[in-house]
């Protein structure tokens, strides 16, 4: 079973960059696509970005491109999200999620995904 913990999140001031990782265990990454999710209070979770298993990105927040970005570390087993330039607006829950498919795709919908993470807390604060 294919467990995910997510790491790195902080208090940080409007400008400041985090990075995020998701590290797994009781299975290898690389069959998996990843996504990031993140939700704001009072808000519903929407995905940010995600990676396919091919190693392509997609961004689904229009506000996040170009300035958060998410690679994939197959031999650690692990996926990062670079958050630079960072706004108030991006305070929230950050979560990792993974699901398989025999196409190497990715999807910005909560419901495709099997395995999440416990979240990070990401505030954007001065």
């Known amino acids: 079973q294919l467990q995910l913990v997510e790491s790195g999140g902080g208090l940080v001031q409007p400008g400041g960059s985090l990075r995020l990782s998701c590290t797994a265990s009781?299975?290898?990454?690389?069959?998996?696509?990843i996504g990031w999710f993140r939700q704001a209070p009072g808000k519903e979770r929407e995905g940010v970005s995600c990676?396919?298993?091919?190693?392509?990105?997609?961004d689904y927040v229009e506000s996040v491109k170009g300035r958060f970005t998410i690679t994939r570390d197959n031999a650690k087993n692990a996926v990062y999200i670079q958050m630079n330039m960072l706004k108030p607006e991006d305070t929230a829950i950050y979560y990792c999620a993974a699901f398989q498919s025999s196409y190497s795709i990715c999807s910005p919908y909560t419901y495709k995904y099997s395995y999440w993470g416990q979240g990070t807390q990401v505030t954007v604060s001065s």
């Open positions: 990676i396919r298993k091919s190693g392509i990105t997609q």
């Open positions: 009781g299975d290898a990454l690389d069959s998996y696509a």
